[in-house]
């Protein structure tokens, strides 16, 4: 049997492309083909066979996709909703979308092919995402590494210095190296650091743990 899929995209052009493609597929029938959530939300009571898959753009007017997705999953709890975006470089908003209820999530410049793969795919229990989604968001739970692991461990005398309240000659002295040299260290820290002043680095030092 055909599985019943419906499609939310409020740009003409696409929601067309999306349509023309995905529902002369014979593994799809096609119900509600709306451009907004708001207005699926309110057509859905009228469906004979509520959608059994849900595709969504994210970038809606009214509630977004990512908004649609708890509000879709509420009234219809079997149906599985895949996102689609124009742009990735957010992959906060993927871990949104996915703790909201989302299964699948696509870029708008994925084939349609490999979107109609991806729907079946999830379809039969499974997740699908584009290639380069899903490398963000496994980049989004890699751990983020400390800036400070980055010094020189002679910055990080330095660095240590001037957390003591030493001025920049009494570090040139305790350290045995010039003034400009100090200077120069203490531009290389607050480059690594990406920190711009004494009292953000200061700041830092009390955020330390322990501190």
Do not use: W
């Amino acid at each position: 049997m055909p599985l019943h899929l419906a499609i939310i995209e409020d740009l003409p052009a696409v929601r067309r492309g999306l349509e023309t493609y995905l529902c002369t597929q014979p593994e799809f029938q096609c119900g509600l083909v709306v451009g907004s959530v708001e207005e699926f939300l309110d057509r859905i009571g009228d469906e004979a066979t509520p959608p059994r898959l849900v595709l969504s753009d994210i970038g809606l007017p009214g509630r977004s996709g990512i908004e649609g997705v708890s509000l879709i999953k509420q009234r219809l709890p079997q149906a599985d909703v895949v996102l689609l975006t124009a742009v990735m470089g957010d992959p906060a908003r993927v871990f949104q979308a996915l703790c909201a209820g989302a299964v699948g999530f696509f870029l708008k410049t994925t084939p349609l092919s490999d979107l109609k793969a991806g729907l079946l795919a999830v379809a039969e229990g499974g997740s699908s995402m584009s290639p380069a989604v899903a490398r963000e968001v496994v980049k989004y739970f890699q751990p983020v590494a400390d800036p400070e692991q980055s010094l020189t461990p002679r910055e990080v005398q330095v660095v240590h210095a001037i957390e003591q309240g030493l001025s920049y000659k009494l570090i040139a002295d305790q350290l045995g190296i010039s003034l400009n040299t100090v200077r120069r260290h203490i531009k290389s820290v607050y480059t690594k650091l990406h920190i711009n002043s004494k009292g953000e680095l200061l700041a830092r030092a009390l955020r330390r743990p322990g501190a």
